[in-house]
């Protein structure tokens, strides 16, 4: 797909055949069957009337599926939420390194960094529960924890404060669920934050001087959604909301094409931050990049702080996609977003 950058070049993000095939075929659908017991519904009235029809399960739930067979109360999970935030909190009091060489592809650069802002003085094996290579399996993941549990967790002076529950795990298999808990909560922050600054390079920089970096945000959050698909499992609520929805039927919500339905957005395909300066991202249609008004994700306000400290870091520095840098792909993951992007200076 050609996506043209603020008129002057055109950059080519090739999705993966599968997400392609979607915005070839359904972009403007409201239903329509994805597979046997699959209906996909990109329609903005319909999708926000299923997400409301009832609570999401633990099993939908992104963040907070249950660990290894063994469910997330929700009390661990707000626990777990605000230690992250106070990690984020105290990462956003503390002054901007000039050193920081935030250069090279992204978004691993800009994980690694956030890595370390976040988690710094947390013992190596938690840190490395941060590290990408293990979205390649969840079995490798439980490997990984599995040796990591295998003895007591002492923390040095200053850990995050997501660190401090690990520690305090007593045994093997509270250790293990601790460990579990510590990634599944504050690897998304890193994955997701990266993932969207390199999402808003790929997409808009070098950026014009009067796109905010809210709305430059808020503008790759339409194009690339975080989430592209929001599960929910058959329930008897949904063939009473439309006939074409099965008993058996599962639902996919899909923002990957209500983001860019022609009903709903003027130029859908193309990056223009200055449309969210009489748009309000709660209330509009069909837009859903942290889930539904009735169930937002829980790390949406930590995600926008620390991205626009990042893209300030960025534009006051210069940075900017290589010329070189012509195409980038997205993958067929959990989290969209293109897969390296070349961040240079000039």
């Known amino acids: ?72 109360p929700r009390p661990d999970a707000l626990k777990s939420m605000q230690a992250i935030g106070r990690d984020v909190r105290a990462a956003l009091k503390k002054p901007i390194s000039e050193d920081a060489d935030l250069s090279g592809p992204w978004p691993h650069v800009g994980h690694v960094y956030l890595r370390d802002l976040l988690l710094g ?60 808990l510590y990634r599944r909560t504050a690897a998304p922050v890193c994955f997701t934050i990266s993932t969207l600054v390199a999402n808003a390079l790929w997409l808009g920089a070098p950026f014009e ?45 899909l923002p990957l094409l209500s983001h860019r339905d022609p009903a709903l957005w003027d130029d859908p395909d193309e990056f223009l931050p200055e449309r969210w300066e009489n748009l309000d991202p709660d209330s509009h249609p069909g837009y859903l990049p942290f889930g539904h008004k009735s169930e937002r994700c829980w790390g949406q306000h930590m995600v926008m702080p620390l991205a626009e400290m990042f893209l300030d870091m960025l534009r006051n520095r210069g940075l900017a996609v290589s010329p070189q840098q012509t195409t980038a792909h997205v993958p067929l993951a959990g989290l969209l977003g293109v897969e390296e992007v070349d961040c240079r200076s000039g």
Not at 127 to 144: D, G, H, S, Y
Not at 158 to 180: C, F, K, T
Not at 226 to 247: F, H, K, Q, T, V
């Open 209 to 253: 001087e009067q796109w905010s970096n809210r709305s430059i945000l808020y503008e790759a959050l339409r194009l690339l959604p975080p989430s592209w698909n929001l599960l929910r499992n058959a329930s008897p609520e949904y063939p009473a909301l439309d006939a074409r929805i099965g008993a058996q039927d599962d639902v996919l919500i």
């Open 121 to 180: 003085r947390d013992p190596r094996r938690l840190r490395f529960l941060m590290n990408r290579i293990l979205e390649l399996t969840p079995k490798l993941t439980w490997a990984v924890i599995g040796m990591g549990a295998l003895l007591p967790v002492r923390l040095r002076p200053e850990p995050s404060a997501i660190a401090a529950s690990v520690a305090q795990a007593s045994g093997y298999h509270d250790r293990r669920y601790a460990m579990g």
């Open 1 to 72: 797909m050609d996506m043209r950058i603020s008129g002057r070049r055109t950059r080519t993000t090739i999705f993966a055949p599968r997400l392609q095939q979607l915005l070839c075929e359904h972009r403007g659908e409201d239903v329509f069957r994805l597979d046997r017991d699959t209906v996909g519904v990109a329609g903005a009235a319909l999708s926000s009337e299923i997400l409301n029809a009832r609570p999401a399960t633990e099993w939908e739930r992104p963040t907070f599926k249950p660990l290894h067979g063994r469910s997330i």
